[in-house]
């Protein structure tokens, strides 16, 4: 009987129109696109033939660019400036949605001019606000200090550059045709900066010449959440726009997450490792270098950062790396860059005699980085279940945790890492406390060493112990006896 139902039901389907399953299969976030792929073979040709059809930079930026031939050449112009896009469009992109009539492009300021004349001469026209001389040509000349005429800059509460933080963009120019817009955003550095920037997570996502990359796909696009970023309570004006854009498209904001998840060293959230463009917990949509023969990677992946946590903020923290004029800068997470800039100075010589691309360089040092720092934790992540114990504690426990002695060296290695990051970003709050017949909250960790050879800095973990002492956590090391 499930057989003749399941064959009903994909006879049903069948004989929709594919412009109604087109509608429904717009609708599935990419987990569960990729699940109905896998579920039969029919599932698997429509969900082949949707994603052929919509994953294709033709559909990212086509309804911007709808000259003969313009949406080749804007994928060669992404090439050669850099230029990424961000915003509503590359969102759209990754819901499967055409709503977005803004394009924000994000350039290094010396790259703006060619991005702007190339605007102009493919149907755009500047639109000049108050602050704007009424020539691009002119307005970019002042600003970038090439024209004599000494006026200083202003920006107003602009709202086509409202969602980056104002600090990252050092200026923009707004181009229209029609009801489309496309506001160029220029950065001192790397155009990623305007992404690393952003509000909150939802916008993190990408466009490049290259694919299209979500940065945090499980928050955006399957719990339909958003963290903010470098925001709190009350927001300014400005602020609170950006986040409207965002719940307007049905995002939960999300203005903490809980500490189990920040210390999880294999969330996307956690401040336990770095997080590079590219990793395992970004959605990456590759495009078809349609573009002229010449291909040049994008090298997206070389920029990397790491999240933290105040009392007040979430963050993302990153550092410029600049190896020698005139290479490209980089941006790499503050934990990476004593590393980075250390196993550079041995190459160096190579890529200032030629013989290496900096990027190829860069990109390989981190690459060694990530593989050094993945064998170093491995066993943190296994120690994090019991983490997760001494955490679940403080909401109820009355006994003393007992800890095993095969995991105790594990274990006393990671929540050391863990209380560093603690003190340093101010997590560690009490605010579950433990509720005990007594007045005082308190949670006693025992530490089982029998039968285990630990190697411990005894001073690191007094000092540790001390810490945690003022948070009502006891820490015990025993030998227990059978």
Same mark, same amino acid.
């Given at each position: 009987?499930?057989?003749?139902?399941?064959?009903?039901?994909?006879?049903?389907?069948?004989?929709?129109?594919?412009?109604?399953?087109?509608?429904?299969?717009?609708?599935?976030?990419?987990?569960?696109?990729?699940?109905?792929?896998?579920?039969?073979?029919?599932?698997?040709?429509?969900?082949?033939?949707?994603?052929?059809?919509?994953?294709?930079?033709?559909?990212?930026?086509?309804?911007?660019?709808?000259?003969?031939?313009?949406?080749?050449?804007?994928?060669?112009?992404?090439?050669?400036?850099?230029?990424?896009?961000?915003?509503?469009?590359?969102?759209?992109?990754?819901?499967?949605?055409?709503?977005?009539?803004?394009?924000?492009?994000?350039?290094?300021?010396?790259?703006?001019?060619?991005?702007?004349?190339?605007?102009?001469?493919?149907?755009?026209?500047?639109?000049?606000?108050?602050?704007?001389?009424?020539?691009?040509?002119?307005?970019?000349?002042?600003?970038?200090?090439?024209?004599?005429?000494?006026?200083?800059?202003?920006?107003?509460?602009?709202?086509?550059?409202?969602?980056?933080?104002?600090?990252?963009?050092?200026?923009?120019?707004?181009?229209?045709?029609?009801?489309?817009?496309?506001?160029?955003?220029?950065?001192?550095?790397?155009?990623?900066?305007?992404?690393?920037?952003?509000?909150?997570?939802?916008?993190?996502?990408?466009?490049?010449?290259?694919?299209?990359?979500?940065?945090?796909?499980?928050?955006?696009?399957?719990?339909?959440?958003?963290?903010?970023?470098?925001?709190?309570?009350?927001?300014?004006?400005?602020?609170?726009?950006?986040?409207?854009?965002?719940?307007?498209?049905?995002?939960?904001?999300?203005?903490?997450?809980?500490?189990?998840?920040?210390?999880?060293?294999?969330?996307?959230?956690?401040?336990?490792?770095?997080?590079?463009?590219?990793?395992?917990?970004?959605?990456?949509?590759?495009?078809?270098?349609?573009?002229?023969?010449?291909?040049?990677?994008?090298?997206?992946?070389?920029?990397?950062?790491?999240?933290?946590?105040?009392?007040?903020?979430?963050? +993302?923290?990153?550092?410029?790396?600049?190896?020698?004029?005139?290479?490209?800068?980089?941006?790499?997470?503050?934990?990476?860059?004593?590393?980075?800039?250390?196993?550079?100075?041995?190459?160096?010589?190579?890529?200032?005699?030629?013989?290496?691309?900096?990027?190829?360089?860069?990109?390989?040092?981190?690459?060694?980085?990530?593989?050094?720092?993945?064998?170093?934790?491995?066993?943190?992540?296994?120690?994090?279940?019991? +983490?997760?114990?001494?955490?679940?504690?403080?909401?109820?426990?009355?006994?003393?945790?007992?800890?095993?002695?095969?995991?105790?060296?594990?274990?006393?290695?990671?929540?050391?890492?863990?209380?560093?990051?603690?003190?340093?970003?101010?997590?560690?709050?009490?605010?579950?406390?433990?509720?005990?017949?007594?007045?005082?909250?308190?949670?006693?960790?025992?530490?089982?060493?029998?039968?285990?050879?630990?190697?411990?800095?005894?001073?690191?973990?007094?000092?540790?112990?001390?810490?945690?002492?003022?948070?009502?956590?006891?820490?015990?090391?025993?030998?227990?006896?059978?």
């Amino acid at each position: 009987m499930s057989t003749s139902m399941s064959e009903s039901t994909l006879g049903d389907f069948s004989t929709l129109p594919l412009e109604v399953l087109e509608e429904i299969i717009k609708q599935l976030s990419p987990v569960a696109l990729d699940s109905l792929s896998r579920s039969c073979k029919m599932f698997r040709v429509l969900t082949e033939a949707f994603v052929a059809h919509w994953h294709t930079f033709d559909h990212a930026v086509g309804r911007f660019f709808t000259g003969d031939g313009h949406i080749r050449e804007f994928q060669d112009l992404m090439k050669v400036t850099g230029l990424l896009v961000s915003g509503e469009a590359a969102l759209d992109f990754f819901v499967h949605a055409t709503t977005a009539t803004d394009l924000h492009a994000l350039s290094n300021i010396l790259q703006c001019l060619i991005v702007g004349d190339w605007l102009l001469t493919h149907g755009y026209l500047f639109a000049p606000k108050d602050f704007h001389l009424d020539s691009f040509q002119d307005d970019i000349a002042r600003f970038q200090g090439l024209n004599p005429i000494d006026t200083t800059i202003q920006q107003e509460d602009d709202e086509d550059i409202r969602d980056l933080h104002r600090e990252c963009i050092v200026h923009s120019w707004l181009f229209t045709k029609g009801s489309m817009t496309i506001t160029l955003s220029a950065t001192s550095g790397p155009p990623i900066e305007g992404i690393f920037s952003c509000h909150s997570t939802g916008e993190m996502n990408i466009l490049s010449h290259e694919a299209a990359y979500c940065l945090f796909p499980l928050m955006t696009l399957v719990q339909n959440r958003t963290m903010l970023i470098r925001l709190q309570s009350p927001m300014e004006r400005s602020e609170n726009l950006a986040i409207r854009k965002q719940t307007n498209r049905g995002l939960e904001v999300v203005h903490r997450p809980s500490a189990l998840l920040c210390a999880n060293i294999t969330s996307s959230l956690s401040f336990l490792s770095t997080r590079h463009i590219g990793d395992e917990h970004c959605y990456i949509v590759p495009f078809d270098n349609t573009a002229d023969i010449t291909r040049r990677p994008d090298f997206l992946e070389c920029h990397s950062w790491s999240m933290a946590y105040t009392r007040r903020y979430n963050l +993302f923290l990153t550092k410029i790396f600049k190896p020698t004029t005139p290479t490209p800068a980089f941006i790499v997470s503050p934990e990476d860059k004593a590393l980075i800039m250390a196993r550079f100075a041995v190459i160096e010589n190579l890529v200032s005699d030629g013989l290496l691309a900096v990027e190829v360089a860069v990109l390989a040092i981190q690459q060694f980085i990530r593989d050094w720092r993945r064998q170093r934790t491995r066993g943190n992540s296994k120690a994090f279940a019991h +983490f997760g114990t001494i955490v679940t504690a403080l909401n109820g426990s009355y006994g003393p945790i007992i800890i095993p002695a095969c995991i105790a060296q594990e274990l006393f290695e990671f929540v050391i890492t863990v209380h560093a990051h603690f003190r340093q970003v101010s997590m560690l709050e009490p605010v579950h406390k433990l509720r005990t017949r007594k007045s005082s909250a308190e949670v006693n960790i025992v530490f089982d060493v029998s039968g285990a050879m630990l190697n411990l800095n005894w001073r690191t973990l007094k000092e540790w112990a001390v810490a945690f002492k003022q948070y009502n956590i006891l820490i015990n090391i025993r030998r227990m006896h059978s």
